[in-house]
């Protein structure tokens, strides 16, 4: 961040603190939101990976209710379907934040 922003909360008898927070802070976010959703997507993409070293997690209780069941069909396309709806609402919930994040940098509509 350029010095100025720091001298321009400090002339407005800001603390180091609320500078940081009210200025500095809202300036990074917009810049490392997208870095962070693709953090986010990655990992929740990954979780069906840790499965297969013994991780508790959906992929594992898919297996263990298909095992029971004789029915693997049904319930990995119920998994899936799990994953694509929490992918899809954190992409949506992600976009409207940088959305809201850049407005000021979009202009006029």
Wanted: charge should be positive; avoid cysteine.
């Amino acid at each position: 961040m350029p010095q100025g922003q720091w001298e321009s909360g400090q002339a407005l008898g800001l603390s180091k603190t609320a500078i940081f927070f009210r200025l500095i802070m809202p300036q990074m976010w917009r810049h490392a939101l997208p870095g962070l959703g693709n953090q986010w997507l990655v990992l929740l993409k990954d979780t069906a990976l840790v499965s297969l070293i013994s991780v508790n997690d959906l992929m594992l209780q898919t297996k263990s209710i298909a095992t029971r069941t004789q029915e693997p069909f049904t319930w990995y396309v119920i998994a899936a379907a799990i994953y694509l709806v929490i992918t899809l609402l954190s992409q949506y919930i992600l976009k409207r934040i940088e959305l809201r994040t850049t407005r000021f940098e979009r202009g006029p509509a």
